[in-house]
């Protein structure tokens, strides 16, 4: 009987395959919503070595089912500077392995009870009052919608074998040869790249493989290209992000190539391997079984999610070893000189061991916010370009407000409820002092900012370099040994025109200045007037309470608690490492 392709065919596979593909859009939404910012805190914490890293990498791709989206969290974490490279690597590592959980998944014969889970639970999402009742919901509604969109394709595909000439144009996709396997894992990773998932390309791949159509050693190498192209999400997500987060993303495409790579040339001899292992999972893939009358391949799913998950475990123990030299390799991508430049997002001088020594305690914030000032002060410098500055300003404002957070966080850790009233009082203007400055960082950047990107003429030269070199003497007040050099004569006799001087000569150059150059001009005047302000705000809040003092009279009222076995404070979160 001739199949109706519309009828018999179009509509199951591309029904099925949309119904596929929204419920792992769905399982993927409804477990994120329950569980990502617990995961990426916990990502954050966790990732500090290289094991750590791949087995969080594997738990959380495991519960959120998306080793895309786990890959896109990671390079997002790296170009936020809460992970650093070499542990990164190591978790996309493990999000390969975490993936293959839910191909093993996709691969249970629960097809026929998918379409009705699928509406109960869909039905519990529509009428849940609690956000959270219906995040678990929609996740279980995706999760059975998998099934049925997957037993769709499976029964649309089938009727393509009593077709010659699509058996004709698959025959040439079966990878029986090096030469035709290299063929399918490039179209398979060609389809996964434009699809933006290994999931989907693998859950087409086990359709076509159950109904027959595809031999079961052809879908097997075709899950193999769905592993390489699903490396270019990763990439397209790093393209307008810092040179580490792209780093990140190119381990993660490095490290399925060579995957790939090295297990073509042993592909034949790990099929005979999953076919001896397949006895323990249901026999051999190649043999029919008879349903309603016609052959069907119920073990290719299986042979497919098996060996999907064993190549990202061996190319995870094969690859681990060398995650130093990915690191070496990866940083040295796109490095130039201002790479070499002190890393601001890393605390140089908060170290947790202080936690009980207010004496310890307090220089180590005072010397970690004078940093910040100095981070903040280099904006100078990248506004005139200087060679030994930071190119991009965006990426070290990025830096400097990661520093201003873990300033503030160890500042406020240093607050207990016994302390007396001086010492809450120096910790609270420890806080204040970190905030004023994280304040000042940011309309410095903004001073940058506005100067890079804007054409002055000469006049507008004249009086941004008037600015810049007012707000260098001005940064002297609390930061001596940075901007211009101290004055021979005495400070009196230097002085810079105020700002309110600058705007009257912006506002009566007449023709000599454009007016969208003016307008850049006065914004420009109104970012100097504030970063003004605060310098003068954190020099007064310097001298608000007498810090010394209240060390000094702290060490003996701490020597008394230590006798009596007691210490304020507590431990301090650690401070963010390489």
């Not at 000469?458 to 070199?469: C, E, P, R, S, Y």
């Amino acid at each position: 009987m001739q199949a109706d392709i519309f009828k018999d065919i179009l509509v199951p596979v591309i029904g099925g395959l949309g119904i596929f593909m929204l419920g792992l859009e769905f399982m993927a939404n409804g477990i994120q919503a329950l569980s990502v910012n617990k995961m990426r805190d916990f990502l954050a914490k966790a990732a500090g070595t290289p094991i750590k890293g791949v087995l969080a990498g594997t738990l959380i791709t495991g519960v959120i089912q998306s080793s895309t989206a786990m890959t896109v969290m990671v390079v997002g974490l790296v170009n936020a500077g809460v992970v650093a490279l070499r542990p990164a690597i190591s978790v996309i590592m493990g999000a390969n392995i975490g993936t293959t959980l839910g191909n093993g998944l996709i691969a249970l014969p629960l097809g026929p009870l998918g379409l009705i889970l699928g509406g109960i639970f869909a039905l519990i999402y529509c009428f849940a009052k609690s956000e959270k009742v219906r995040n678990i919901a929609l996740a279980c509604m995706g999760f059975a919608l998998i099934f049925y969109g997957l037993n769709l394709m499976t029964g649309g595909l089938r009727p393509l074998r009593n077709m010659p000439e699509v058996m004709e144009l698959l025959q040439t996709l079966r990878a029986d040869s090096y030469f035709n396997l290299l063929k399918c894992v490039l179209i398979a990773a060609g389809v996964t790249a434009m699809i933006h998932s290994s999931s989907a390309t693998i859950g087409i791949v086990m359709g076509l493989g159950a109904a027959g159509v595809l031999d079961w050693t052809t879908a097997v190498a075709f899950s193999l290209g769905a592993d390489l192209g699903t490396t270019i999400t990763s990439w397209m997500a790093s393209l307008n992000l810092s040179k580490n987060a792209k780093r990140a993303a190119y381990a993660h495409m490095s490290f399925n190539v060579i995957g790939v790579f090295v297990t073509v040339p042993l592909f034949f001899v790990s099929i005979e391997v999953l076919r001896w292992a397949m006895q323990w999972f249901g026999g051999d893939p190649s043999v029919p079984v008879v349903v309603d009358g016609k052959d069907t391949f119920p073990l290719v799913p299986v042979a497919v999610g098996l060996y999907s998950t064993f190549f990202n475990v061996f190319n995870t123990v094969l690859l681990f070893p060398f995650v130093g030299v990915f690191e070496r390799v990866l940083s040295r991508i796109g490095h130039t000189e201002a790479d070499d430049v002190e890393d601001f997002s890393v605390p140089k001088y908060l170290d947790r061991r202080f936690s009980t020594d207010l004496g310890q305690a307090v220089p180590a914030v005072e010397q970690e916010t004078m940093r910040h000032l100095k981070a903040g002060a280099l904006f100078l410098d990248i506004a005139r370009s200087r060679a030994s500055a930071p190119n991009d300003p965006g990426e070290h404002y990025l830096a400097t407000d990661i520093l201003s957070r873990d300033i503030r966080s160890y500042s406020a850790a240093l607050l207990s409820s016994d302390m007396p009233m001086d010492q809450l009082d120096l910790v609270a203007s420890l806080i204040e002092e970190a905030d004023f400055t994280a304040a000042l960082a940011e309309q410095l950047h903004q001073v940058a900012r506005r100067v890079r990107r804007e054409t002055f003429g000469q006049q507008g030269k004249v009086i941004v370099d008037t600015a810049l070199d007012k707000l260098d003497f001005d940064l002297r007040e609390i930061l001596p040994d940075f901007g211009v050099k101290a004055p021979q004569m005495p400070a009196g006799h230097v002085s810079f025109p105020e700002v309110e001087q600058l705007r009257g000569q912006i506002l009566t150059a007449g023709t000599g200045i454009a007016p969208g150059e003016r307008g850049a001009l006065l914004a420009l005047l109104g970012s100097v007037e504030r970063a003004d302000l605060l310098i003068k705000r954190i020099d007064a809040e310097r001298k608000s309470v007498n810090r010394r003092a209240v060390i000094a009279r702290a060490r003996p009222q701490r020597e008394q608690r230590d006798e009596k076995g007691g210490a304020f404070g507590g431990d301090l979160a650690p401070v963010p490492g390489e």
